[in-house]
């Protein structure tokens, strides 16, 4: 058996072994010399200490003659999520990594995913890829939720060549931060075709003066802060009444012509240093006489006229290659073989990529087109990518967008650049439209889309501002029956405004109303009703409809232009737009009508003379006021020059750890602050009508005021304090009924001497009020809210709160007597003993509100288109009489004045207080309005800590102010 097993091993087991071992190191030396050779070491260049020169002769080294005519090339893109194994995606991979590609421009996308994509590409690739996009309006135009600004023609309008370079830097901040090195803007044709489809708001406008005014700074701003800036379309596309998206537009005027109104805006953009343009697929038989020619195809153009007269010697891009202006007549190959014989550097999305190479490579080695002009295009793309850092750094850092683009800052300039924009260009005496009238509005879209969401905005925004208004829509599914109805409703409505959306399309080939819509508002039109007409889109619109009552011109649907348009419309704004073109029949260059501001608006500190950082200290003032207790929550708001730059909301109602926080509406008792947001205006109305004399004795309206020697107290005495009235006695506790509190006021003997004393008193103004109601035949309550509430649209300010007001009411003192807070009805005792309805208190109200009230008194009387009192009579009430009071009004050097303001607000400040905790204060000089509400008697009225917070606010709202 043993030698049976030695025989085995030896002549069986250890041949198999020696063989398997063997074989197994050769697999492994194989194996380990195969992935070497498939990982051959990489040969390592630091191209960030490369001069220019060297990294361009690097590439031009490196590159095969297929790879460099691929650098002409730019693919389209879009920044939406693809998946890897996606059709689109393979296609991108298959032009960067395969065929190599130099660019590529990117449409409508997402932030981030656009910047993802971007560095993916950017990484895959041998070369940096040189990205581009179409951002004439801002990185809006094709990336969601980034900064939006108007079009060209908008930015013209404002008359500010300023607005265009701050447009142009912001673009190019935003576009680098996402990638984006190219802008294929701005639009320098001369828009002097009115019947132009496809240019229109593109343009800065109708002479070549104004374009180059603003698309010159446009440039600076693009590229002074990184970003290649190209001037379109090569030599000019103003002047057609064909999108050459369609067809081939012919301009078949004169070299003279051409020279004098289409070129001038290029030659100035040359001039600026422009990086780039971009050649119009337009025929010009007088620079080229080959028929049907498109200039992105001539020689004579691109190289002739461009490159050799005018001088220049940036990157010259065709426009897009799949637009019918080329491939109508045209095929790819040759269209991209001739785009390289013209002169141009980038074949821009040509419908083949792949086929658009292949016929250039096929061409040089035809001996159609010379290498060295292959060399010439890629040496300067390859120069420009060096210029914007490509060779050091080609990717971006996704985390640091967020703090880049649409900032704060960079939203706040598209919106003053927008309410800089709106231009009225006819007004019959219908603007602005009083904000909180009775008359009913229809407002009507009419929309040259189906899309559900275009024009909504607009109409939210107008529901915000009115309440009677109704709202119809017309799109291209309105059937003639809609239209009917629409149109049988309108008797019933006193205005109408009409929205039209009718924008500049690529491939719509119209920018007018589709005949149906046409015909339904000259429909409305004749109805005999005031029609006002808003474009937010085509400026021309308005020459079919002249008739109009009034007129806006917006230019453009962007989020920032609506909201401007609204506050024109309601005069939150002074409109200053102008145009810059001529509308035929209706309307010159330079027209623009404008009307002042006459309502209150929220804006920005900066814009109103603060510094931001100075007025935002005032959070921390109120926060710690509340952590001491001076009160468990408040409301400040801050206006001036009619905008609201301040108003926030700090605490709680209650120290009760579940109580619901305050917000900036919620509504407070004015205690005392009823003096003059109730009482004292109303007398000043009467005054102002004629109705009262101020040296008109008390008792002529009520008799029995006349007793114990009062007979003499006019109603002067009365608002100035100095009646001789006592402050006040707490009738709620002597008296049984509000007729037993009133007769024992109208007994009340005199404690000094009229006229001797000034004895803020509760009494005059309990009295006050019984005299509005006297001459008016109303309670105090409903003449106030008829006579200015409601028309001031203060809509939570009231004598009696309803019930349902509950939640937005901070509560008041604890009353022991019930056993519970005071919360929804009047604080002061004698008030509620009187019904809750009298003149020293009882109102409940918000900032906002006060603040309308206060603007109205500021403004002279006048809010909103209504006015109020005349000028005189405020200044008759608000002026500083000799006691240091105003009539009614509190005054800064009155004891309550030197409380709360302490000099901040100067000597001719009024307004008034109100011993829950509130306060309101106008600034006249600065044009300044400060509420300040509390409920500092929560729990207690013990508490006496807000008087130094009042100071302390007020001081510190001064010392923010800038100018």
């Given at each position: 058996?043993?030698?049976?097993?030695?025989?085995?091993?030896?002549?069986?087991?250890?041949?198999?072994?020696?063989?398997?071992f063997?074989?197994?190191?050769?697999?492994?030396?194989?194996?380990?010399?195969?992935r070497?050779?498939?990982?051959?070491?990489?040969?390592?260049?630091?191209?960030?200490?490369?001069?220019?020169?060297?990294?361009?002769?690097?590439?031009?080294?490196?590159?095969?003659?297929?790879?460099?005519?691929?650098?002409?090339?730019?693919?389209?893109?879009?920044?939406?999520?693809?998946?890897?194994n996606?059709?689109?995606?393979?296609?991108?991979v298959?032009?960067?990594?395969?065929?190599?590609?130099?660019?590529?421009?990117?449409?409508?996308?997402?932030?981030?995913?656009?910047?993802?994509?971007?560095?993916?590409?950017q990484?895959?690739?041998?070369?940096?890829?040189?990205?581009?996009?179409?951002?004439?309006?801002?990185?809006?135009?094709?990336?969601?939720?980034?900064?939006h600004?108007?079009?060209a023609?908008?930015?013209?309008?404002?008359?500010?060549?300023?607005?265009?370079?701050?447009?142009g830097?912001?673009?190019?901040?935003?576009?680098?931060?996402?990638?984006?090195?190219?802008?294929?803007?701005?639009t320098?044709?001369?828009?002097?075709?009115?019947?132009?489809?496809?240019?229109?708001?593109?343009?800065?406008?109708?002479?070549?003066?104004?374009?180059?005014?603003?698309s010159?700074?446009?440039?600076?701003?693009?590229q002074?802060?990184?970003?290649?800036?190209?001037?379109?379309?090569?030599?000019?596309?103003?002047d057609?009444?064909?999108?050459?998206?369609?067809?081939?537009?012919?301009?078949?005027?004169?070299?003279?012509?051409?020279?004098?109104?289409?070129?001038?805006?290029?030659?100035?953009?040359?001039?600026?240093?422009?990086?780039s343009?971009?050649?119009?697929?337009?025929?010009?038989?007088?620079?080229?006489?080959?028929?049907?020619?498109?200039?992105?195809?001539?020689?004579?153009?691109?190289?002739?006229?461009?490159?050799?007269?005018?001088g220049?010697?940036?990157?010259?891009?065709?426009?897009?290659?799949?637009?019918?202006?080329?491939?109508?007549?045209?095929?790819?190959?040759?269209?991209?073989?001739?785009a390289?014989?013209?002169?141009?550097d980038?074949?821009?999305?040509?419908?083949?990529?792949?086929?658009?190479?292949d016929?250039?490579?096929?061409?040089?080695?035809?001996?159609?087109?010379?290498?060295?002009?292959?060399?010439?295009?890629?040496?300067?793309?390859?120069?420009?990518?060096?210029?914007?850092?490509?060779?050091?750094?080609?990717?971006?850092?996704?985390?640091?967008?967020?703090?880049?683009?649409?900032?704060?800052e960079?939203?706040?300039?598209?919106?003053?650049?927008?309410?800089?924009?709106?231009?009225?260009?006819?007004?019959?005496?219908?603007?602005?439209?009083?904000?909180?009238?009775?008359?009913?509005?229809?407002?009507?879209?009419?929309?040259?889309?189906?899309?559900?969401?275009?024009?909504?905005?607009?109409?939210?925004?107008?529901?915000?501002?009115?309440?009677?208004?109704?709202?119809?829509?017309?799109?291209?599914?309105?059937?003639?029956?809609?239209?009917?109805?629409?149109?049988s409703?309108?008797?019933?409505?006193?205005?109408?405004?009409?929205?039209?959306?009718?924008?500049?399309?690529?491939?719509?080939?119209?920018?007018?109303?589709?005949?149906?819509?046409a015909?339904?508002?000259?429909?409305?039109?004749?109805?005999?009703?005031?029609?006002i007409?808003?474009?937010?889109?085509?400026?021309?619109?308005?020459?079919?409809?002249?008739?109009?009552k009034?007129?806006?011109?917006?230019?453009?649907?962007?989020?920032?232009?609506?909201?401007?348009?609204?506050?024109?419309?309601?005069?939150?704004?002074?409109?200053?737009?102008?145009?810059?073109?001529?509308?035929?029949?209706?309307?010159?260059?330079?027209?623009?009508?404008?009307?002042?501001?006459?309502?209150?608006?929220?804006?920005?500190?900066?814009?109103?003379?603060?510094?931001?950082?100075?007025?935002?200290?005032?959070?921390?003032?109120?926060?710690?006021?509340?952590q001491?207790s001076?009160?468990?929550?408040?409301?400040l708001l801050?206006a001036?020059?009619g905008?609201?730059?301040?108003?926030?909301?700090?605490?709680?109602y209650?120290?009760?750890?579940?109580s619901?926080q305050?917000?900036?509406?919620?509504?407070?008792?004015?205690?005392?602050i009823?003096?003059?947001?109730?009482?004292?205006?109303?007398?000043?109305?009467?005054?102002?009508?004629?109705?009262?004399?101020?040296?008109d004795?008390?008792?002529?309206?009520i008799?029995?005021?006349?007793?114990?020697?009062?007979?003499?107290?006019?109603?002067?005495?009365?608002?100035?304090?100095?009646?001789?009235?006592?402050?006040?006695?707490?009738?709620?506790q002597?008296?049984?009924?509000?007729?037993e509190?009133?007769?024992?006021?109208?007994?009340?003997p005199?404690?000094?001497?009229?006229?001797?004393?000034?004895?803020?008193?509760?009494?005059?103004?309990?009295?006050?009020?019984?005299?509005?109601?006297?001459?008016?035949?109303?309670?105090?309550?409903?003449?106030v809210?008829?006579t200015?509430y409601?028309?001031?649209g203060?809509?939570?300010?009231?004598?009696?709160?309803?019930?349902?007001?509950?939640?937005?009411?901070?509560?008041?003192?604890?009353?022991?007597?019930?056993?519970?807070?005071?919360?929804?009805v009047?604080?002061?005792?004698?008030?509620?003993?009187?019904?809750?309805?009298?003149?020293?208190?009882?109102?409940?109200?918000?900032?906002?509100?006060?603040?309308?009230?206060?603007?109205?008194?500021?403004?002279?009387?006048?809010?909103?288109?209504?006015?109020?009192?005349?000028?005189?009579?405020?200044?008759?009430?608000?002026?500083?009489?000799?006691?240091?009071?105003?009539?009614?009004?509190?005054?800064?050097?009155?004891?309550?004045?030197?409380?709360?303001?302490?000099?901040?607000?100067?000597?001719?400040?009024?307004?008034?207080?109100?011993?829950?905790?509130?306060?309101?204060?106008?600034?006249?000089?600065?044009?300044l309005?400060a509420?300040?509400?509390?409920?500092?008697?929560?729990?207690?009225?013990?508490n006496?800590?807000?008087?130094?917070?009042?100071?302390?606010?007020?001081?510190a709202?001064?010392?923010?102010?800038v100018?």
């Amino acid at each position: 058996m043993k030698n049976f097993l030695t025989f085995l091993f030896a002549f069986v087991i250890f041949p198999i072994l020696f063989v398997v071992f063997t074989r197994a190191k050769d697999d492994v030396v194989s194996g380990i010399q195969g992935r070497t050779q498939l990982k051959p070491k990489k040969e390592k260049v630091d191209f960030s200490k490369m001069t220019k020169q060297q990294w361009v002769n690097y590439w031009m080294k490196k590159l095969t003659l297929e790879q460099k005519v691929a650098q002409m090339v730019m693919p389209d893109a879009r920044g939406i999520f693809i998946a890897r194994n996606n059709k689109e995606f393979k296609r991108l991979v298959h032009y960067v990594k395969d065929r190599k590609v130099g660019g590529l421009i990117f449409f409508r996308g997402d932030v981030f995913e656009t910047a993802d994509m971007i560095n993916y590409f950017q990484k895959i690739s041998d070369v940096p890829l040189l990205i581009s996009a179409d951002f004439e309006w801002g990185t809006a135009m094709r990336l969601d939720n980034t900064t939006h600004f108007p079009p060209a023609m908008g930015i013209a309008a404002t008359g500010n060549p300023d607005y265009a370079y701050e447009v142009g830097r912001i673009i190019a901040i935003e576009g680098r931060a996402i990638g984006i090195h190219q802008n294929y803007a701005p639009t320098v044709d001369v828009n002097n075709n009115y019947r132009n489809p496809i240019i229109n708001i593109r343009s800065f406008g109708e002479t070549p003066e104004i374009v180059s005014k603003f698309s010159i700074p446009f440039i600076k701003g693009l590229q002074e802060n990184g970003m290649i800036a190209t001037a379109k379309h090569f030599p000019g596309h103003g002047d057609t009444d064909i999108d050459s998206h369609l067809d081939l537009p012919v301009i078949n005027h004169s070299k003279a012509r051409i020279d004098s109104i289409e070129l001038p805006p290029f030659k100035d953009a040359i001039k600026s240093g422009v990086k780039s343009i971009m050649i119009a697929h337009i025929s010009f038989p007088q620079l080229d006489t080959a028929k049907n020619l498109p200039a992105t195809l001539s020689y004579n153009i691109v190289t002739g006229l461009l490159k050799k007269e005018l001088g220049f010697k940036g990157l010259i891009v065709t426009d897009a290659m799949t637009m019918r202006g080329v491939t109508k007549l045209y095929s790819n190959a040759l269209a991209s073989v001739l785009a390289v014989k013209a002169g141009n550097d980038i074949i821009l999305m040509p419908p083949n990529v792949d086929e658009a190479i292949d016929a250039v490579v096929k061409a040089v080695k035809r001996g159609e087109i010379s290498e060295e002009r292959i060399n010439e295009s890629v040496k300067k793309i390859l120069e420009f990518k060096y210029e914007l850092g490509l060779h050091k750094n080609r990717f971006v850092d996704i985390d640091k967008i967020r703090d880049v683009v649409a900032t704060e800052e960079n939203l706040r300039k598209a919106k003053e650049i927008s309410r800089a924009s709106i231009t009225i260009v006819k007004n019959e005496n219908i603007l602005p439209l009083i904000q909180f009238g009775d008359k009913k509005i229809l407002h009507i879209t009419i929309v040259d889309s189906n899309d559900p969401n275009s024009g909504g905005y607009f109409a939210s925004q107008l529901s915000q501002r009115y309440d009677n208004i109704s709202f119809e829509r017309v799109d291209l599914r309105s059937t003639n029956g809609e239209l009917n109805s629409i149109l049988s409703k309108i008797n019933n409505f006193d205005i109408v405004i009409v929205s039209a959306y009718v924008r500049v399309r690529a491939y719509q080939a119209s920018l007018t109303l589709v005949e149906k819509h046409a015909k339904f508002l000259r429909q409305v039109i004749n109805s005999g009703k005031p029609v006002i007409l808003i474009s937010f889109g085509n400026p021309y619109i308005v020459m079919d409809y002249p008739d109009v009552k009034a007129y806006i011109c917006a230019y453009s649907d962007a989020q920032p232009v609506v909201e401007a348009t609204a506050e024109a419309l309601f005069g939150e704004i002074s409109p200053q737009g102008k145009l810059p073109i001529n509308i035929p029949g209706f309307a010159k260059i330079g027209t623009g009508l404008t009307y002042p501001q006459t309502t209150l608006r929220y804006g920005y500190p900066d814009e109103a003379g603060f510094d931001p950082n100075k007025l935002s200290k005032l959070d921390t003032l109120l926060e710690k006021a509340i952590q001491d207790s001076a009160t468990p929550g408040a409301v400040l708001l801050i206006a001036r020059n009619g905008v609201i730059v301040y108003h926030k909301a700090f605490g709680t109602y209650t120290y009760d750890p579940y109580s619901r926080q305050v917000e900036p509406n919620s509504v407070y008792d004015m205690a005392s602050i009823t003096k003059v947001a109730a009482t004292t205006v109303s007398i000043m109305k009467l005054y102002d009508e004629g109705k009262i004399n101020l040296d008109d004795p008390v008792a002529k309206y009520i008799p029995e005021f006349a007793q114990n020697g009062k007979d003499k107290v006019t109603i002067k005495n009365l608002l100035l304090h100095n009646s001789g009235l006592p402050s006040w006695k707490p009738f709620y506790q002597l008296c049984k009924s509000p007729s037993e509190i009133l007769d024992s006021i109208y007994a009340q003997p005199l404690v000094y001497k009229t006229g001797d004393s000034t004895v803020y008193s509760d009494l005059g103004f309990i009295t006050l009020g019984k005299i509005v109601e006297v001459v008016t035949g109303k309670s105090l309550d409903q003449y106030v809210k008829e006579t200015f509430y409601i028309p001031l649209g203060m809509k939570y300010t009231t004598f009696l709160p309803p019930k349902d007001w509950l939640g937005m009411i901070a509560p008041t003192e604890f009353d022991s007597s019930s056993g519970s807070f005071i919360h929804g009805v009047v604080h002061d005792e004698n008030a509620r003993a009187l019904g809750g309805v009298s003149g020293h208190a009882g109102l409940f109200s918000n900032a906002r509100d006060l603040a309308v009230l206060m603007q109205m008194i500021l403004n002279g009387g006048e809010y909103g288109g209504i006015r109020f009192f005349k000028n005189e009579t405020v200044d008759l009430f608000t002026k500083r009489w000799q006691n240091n009071r105003g009539l009614g009004w509190d005054n800064a050097l009155s004891p309550y004045g030197k409380s709360a303001l302490d000099g901040a607000f100067g000597e001719n400040a009024f307004g008034h207080t109100g011993f829950t905790g509130t306060s309101v204060y106008v600034y006249p000089e600065k044009k300044l309005i400060a509420v300040l509400l509390t409920n500092r008697v929560h729990p207690t009225r013990a508490n006496t800590k807000h008087i130094p917070l009042r100071k302390a606010v007020h001081k510190a709202i001064v010392e923010a102010l800038v100018n």
